[in-house]
Nanobody, 126 residues
């Protein structure tokens, strides 16, 4: 059974940085693209970033491009989201998600991902 466990969330002032981690259990981590989504209160779940199976390709939403960076280490079955220059509008619960086996890195809809973590809260104060 595959599990995704996020960590690293917290409270930070605007302009600050956080690094989220997502550790995966189960086999064949390297066969799946991974993604980060976020959901603010009263809003729909929003795509943040995705990464290919090898980590050679990443795709970031326009709202975070240049500030957030997604990476992965297949030997550790872990993905990260480095978040810099945080803004109050980045406040949300952040979720790690696993895509379909060898599927496209550029999928941005929540329905394209079939395994989800429990989420970690990120709060950015102004």
């Amino acid at each position: 059974q595959v599990q995704l466990v996020e960590s690293g969330g917290g409270l930070v002032q605007a302009g600050g940085s956080l690094r989220l981690s997502c550790a995966a259990s189960g086999l064949a981590f390297s066969r799946y693209p991974m993604a980060w989504f976020r959901q603010a209160p009263g809003k729909e779940r929003e795509f943040v970033a995705s990464i290919s199976t090898t980590g050679s390709t990443t795709y970031h939403a326009d709202s975070v491009k240049g500030r957030f960076t997604m990476s992965r280490d297949n030997a550790k079955s872990t993905v990260w989201l480095q978040m810099n220059s945080l803004k109050p509008e980045d406040t949300a619960v952040y979720y790690c998600a696993r895509g379909g086996i060898y599927s496209s890195t550029y999928r941005t809809a929540p329905n394209d991902y079939n395994v989800w973590g429990q989420g970690t809260q990120v709060t950015v104060s102004s």
